[in-house]
């Protein structure tokens, strides 16, 4: 079989020195991940402490009415609360029965932390523990920050699987862990590959439900679908289970030497995974193969925004031909991101956290063909006649695995192609 990237540059980026930078940076705050979480936990419900700025953010994000209570709402904090004019605690308690003796078919609440909460220092999780006990066995309480003091967007996802990880049941089962919220037909193309290369059994964190019967124990080996997830990593251990090293499942090469560093964990061989996989890697080939036409030696700039950007990086050079000028991450959690970074060429600036104007400074030097970045800098920066790529868009939508290669490639070239063509017509 044919590869359509280069051989692995030898410890590719791994001593690579990282440009280490803090100070004002433009990201999402850690509520935005209750978007995609409420999709994946199907009895959960999310009760956002917070402003009507919160408010106002899960609406506009998730597109839908908030006040129609589907799986998430914001308790708001009113002035009198945040003057401490209020028992805020007690105003939680009376809120949280009145949701559950609405709503019997909630079986998890996550009681989600933002910056005004903070602020007036509400001990969310002495309110989870007092809550959960009122309402045990039926309902569990749990809490976690998503505040934008605390957390980029991304790590809201972390703080909440955090959360859980202690509160799953024991077991001494053999059992894989699949990490991180992926979409449903994302999650069933997986399991299906791993079914026919030979690994089971196996669960997903999150659980679509609260009695799925997924548990935790000594012999529990985990993978995980999604770079920011850390504290999920450190809570994990904290149980027992081991974490097994492998690139991000994005693109062929990722997702392949993924399932390779899986299989061997069950003692299958790397020749069974190439067998099982022929096609769809085929498939992620050719369809990777027509974005990359317009990427292949372009130039790349990434801003520090959902922790995905190495693995990106890595796919975006060696599977499409771009040329990496910096790599911007949040975070750079080695031992998730080892893995990748060995596979990623040396000649990028690294840089973990962000100044945004010394990064911006950066940038209109460098002048790359392509910028991924925040909301926020996309539309100035395209005022200057950069070409950029919304980040966000890169956890919306399904991106991991095989089938969704192509489409994943197809995120960076139509923004190029929208700049040639305009070009062309302004010939
Ligand atoms: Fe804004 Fe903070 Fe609320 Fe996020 S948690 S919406 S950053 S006030």
Same mark, same amino acid.
């Not at 909460?117 to 309402?135: F, G, M, N, P, W």
């Not at 904290?238 to 061997?264: C, D, Q, S």
């Not at 909301?375 to 095989?402: C, M, Q, R, S």
């Given at each position: &079989?044919?590869?359509?990237?280069?051989?692995?540059? #030898?410890?590719?980026?791994?001593?690579?020195?990282?440009?280490?930078?803090?100070?004002?940076?433009?990201?999402?705050?850690?509520?935005?991940?209750?978007?995609? $979480?409420?999709?994946?936990?199907?009895?959960?419900?999310?009760?956002?402490?917070?402003?009507?700025?919160?408010?106002?953010?899960?609406?506009?994000? #998730?597109?839908? &009415?908030?006040?129609?209570?589907?799986?998430?709402?914001?308790?708001?904090?009113?002035?009198?609360?945040?003057?401490? $004019?209020?028992?805020?605690?007690?105003?939680?308690?009376?809120?949280?029965?009145?949701?559950?003796?609405?709503?019997?078919?909630?079986?998890?609440?996550?009681?989600?932390?933002?910056?005004?909460?903070?602020?007036?220092?509400?001990?969310?999780?002495?309110?989870?523990?007092?809550?959960?006990?009122?309402?045990?066995?039926?309902?569990?309480?749990?809490?976690?920050?998503?505040?934008?003091?605390?957390?980029?967007?991304?790590?809201?996802?972390? #703080?909440?699987?955090?959360? &859980?990880?202690?509160?799953?049941?024991?077991?001494?089962?053999?059992?894989?862990?699949?990490?991180?919220?992926?979409?449903?037909?994302?999650?069933?193309?997986?399991?299906?590959?791993?079914?026919?290369?030979?690994?089971?059994?196996?669960?997903?964190?999150?659980?679509?439900?609260?009695?799925?019967?997924?548990?935790?124990?000594?012999?529990?080996?985990?993978?995980?679908?999604?770079?920011?997830?850390?504290?999920? $990593?450190?809570?994990?251990?904290?149980?027992?289970?081991?974490?097994?090293?492998?690139?991000?499942?994005?693109?062929?090469?990722?997702?392949?030497?993924?399932?390779?560093?899986?299989?061997?964990?069950?003692?299958?061989?790397?020749?069974?995974?190439?067998?099982?996989?022929?096609?769809?890697?085929?498939?992620?080939?050719?369809?990777?193969?027509?974005?990359?036409?317009?990427?292949?030696?372009?130039?790349?700039?990434?801003?520090?925004?959902?922790?995905?950007?190495?693995?990106?990086?890595?796919?975006?050079?060696?599977?499409?031909? &771009?040329?990496?000028?910096?790599?911007?991450?949040?975070?750079?959690?080695?031992?998730?991101?080892?893995?990748?970074?060995?596979?990623?060429?040396?000649?990028?600036?690294?840089?973990?956290?962000?100044?945004?104007?010394?990064?911006?400074?950066?940038?209109?030097?460098?002048?790359?063909?392509?910028?991924?970045?925040?909301?926020?800098?996309?539309?100035?920066?395209?005022?200057?006649?950069?070409?950029?790529?919304?980040?966000?868009?890169?956890?919306?939508?399904?991106?991991?695995?095989?089938?969704?290669?192509?489409?994943?490639?197809?995120?960076?070239?139509?923004?190029?192609?929208?700049?040639?063509?305009?070009?062309?017509?302004?010939?």
């Amino acid at each position: &079989m044919t590869e359509s990237f280069p051989p692995p540059p #030898a410890g590719g980026c791994s001593a690579t020195p990282v440009l280490k930078q803090r100070g004002q940076h433009e990201v999402f705050c850690g509520l935005t991940g209750i978007v995609w $979480l409420h999709r994946k936990m199907q009895d959960a419900f999310f009760l956002v402490v917070g402003s009507r700025t919160c408010a106002h953010l899960l609406q506009s994000a #998730a597109g839908v &009415m908030i006040f129609a209570e589907p799986r998430f709402a914001t308790a708001i904090l009113e002035e009198t609360d945040l003057a401490g $004019l209020k028992d805020a605690q007690e105003e939680l308690d009376r809120v949280v029965h009145d949701l559950l003796a609405r709503r019997p078919d909630i079986r998890q609440l996550f009681l989600v932390g933002s910056c005004p909460s903070e602020v007036i220092k509400l001990d969310l999780a002495k309110s989870a523990e007092r809550l959960s006990a009122a309402h045990a066995p039926h309902v569990r309480v749990l809490s976690y920050s998503g505040s934008g003091i605390e957390t980029t967007f991304t790590e809201g996802e972390d #703080a909440c699987l955090a959360a &859980m990880v202690p509160e799953l049941p024991a077991t001494t089962e053999r059992e894989l862990v699949l990490v991180g919220a992926l979409p449903d037909v994302v999650e069933a193309q997986a399991l299906d590959l791993l079914e026919r290369i030979g690994v089971g059994p196996v669960r997903v964190l999150p659980a679509p439900r609260a009695d799925s019967g997924l548990g935790i124990g000594p012999n529990t080996v985990f993978a995980l679908t999604q770079p920011f997830l850390g504290d999920t $990593l450190g809570a994990l251990e904290r149980r027992g289970a081991r974490h097994i090293p492998a690139p991000i499942p994005v693109g062929e090469e990722g997702t392949t030497l993924w399932l390779k560093a899986v299989a061997a964990e069950f003692g299958i061989g790397p020749d069974v995974v190439d067998r099982v996989t022929e096609a769809p890697r085929a498939r992620a080939r050719r369809a990777v193969r027509q974005a990359a036409e317009v990427l292949s030696g372009r130039s790349l700039f990434l801003f520090p925004d959902s922790q995905l950007e190495i693995p990106l990086a890595r796919f975006l050079t060696r599977e499409c031909g &771009m040329h990496a000028v910096e790599v911007g991450t949040p975070f750079l959690h080695r031992q998730i991101l080892g893995p990748d970074l060995e596979l990623l060429a040396p000649g990028p600036t690294l840089s973990e956290g962000q100044d945004v104007d010394l990064q911006l400074a950066r940038l209109r030097e460098a002048r790359p063909d392509l910028t991924v970045c925040g909301l926020g800098l996309a539309n100035p920066l395209e005022a200057e006649g950069l070409t950029t790529k919304w980040a966000i868009e890169l956890v919306f939508t399904p991106v991991h695995f095989y089938e969704q290669a192509g489409d994943l490639a197809g995120l960076f070239s139509r923004p190029l192609r929208r700049r040639d063509a305009l070009k062309v017509g302004a010939a």
